[in-house]
């Protein structure tokens, strides 16, 4: 190996170990705990609210979810 090759070997690691670390760690925000979250930061700033955010509908099971 050349040194040239090593160095975008080394680059190309560096560059994926540091992608690998941006995020957050913890639960994903479905649309509705995003949009109470929204609402409450809107009322600490002063800002005028948004709609009310309805619950999402009880999801129904699907023939293929055990595959999942």
Do not use: E, H, N
Not at 35 to 41: M, P, R
């Amino acid at each position: 190996m050349t040194a040239g090759r090593i160095l975008v070997t080394l680059g190309l690691m560096a560059a994926v170990g540091m992608a690998s670390a941006c995020g957050r760690k913890g639960d994903l925000d479905t649309p509705y705990d995003a949009a109470v979250q929204a609402q409450k930061d809107a009322q600490k700033a002063g800002q005028p609210a948004t709609a009310t955010p309805q619950k999402p509908v009880a999801d129904k099971p699907f023939i293929l979810d055990p595959l999942l």
